[in-house]
């Protein structure tokens, strides 16, 4: 049986690698199996702070409006309880959006959570 080399597919394999690892500091960036230690690393970060930074947004919009709630009176739980018995369906992002950007609409929002 002949031998296979696999001269051409492990080049190309490795360039792989060493070029997603184009960046990188010292010898992570040049050798083959620091580089691919590293990009194991560098995809699990990537992978948990994925998730991480839906709960840093998620606390941040929480955050915003619990701020704008207050200068109406009201403490971020009363105010979401409030929106939630009136039935309005608008999630915190975009609650925290109009509490930055349009005052105004957050008010009338703040109003209906008071009147319920």
């Not at 051409?8 to 691919?36: I, P």
């Not at 701020?67 to 915190?92: E, N, P, Q, W």
């Not at 109009?98 to 319920?116: Q, Y």
Request: charged content about 30%; hydrophobic content about 45%; glycine content about 8%.
């Amino acid at each position: 049986m002949s031998r296979v080399k696999t001269v051409v597919a492990g080049r190309r394999r490795r360039r792989k690698v060493l070029t997603a690892a184009k960046g990188y500091w010292g010898g992570k960036h040049r050798l083959y199996q620091s580089a691919k230690e590293a990009l194991m690393k560098a995809g699990q970060y990537a992978y948990r702070d994925r998730r991480n930074r839906r709960r840093d947004f998620r606390r941040l919009w929480i955050i915003r409006v619990n701020a704008a709630a207050k200068a109406y009176g009201l403490s971020y739980h009363a105010f979401m309880a409030g929106i939630k018995k009136a039935g309005v369906a608008l999630d915190r992002r975009m609650m925290a959006d109009l509490a930055v950007t349009d005052p105004e609409g957050f008010a009338k929002l703040a109003e209906v959570a008071k009147g319920v």
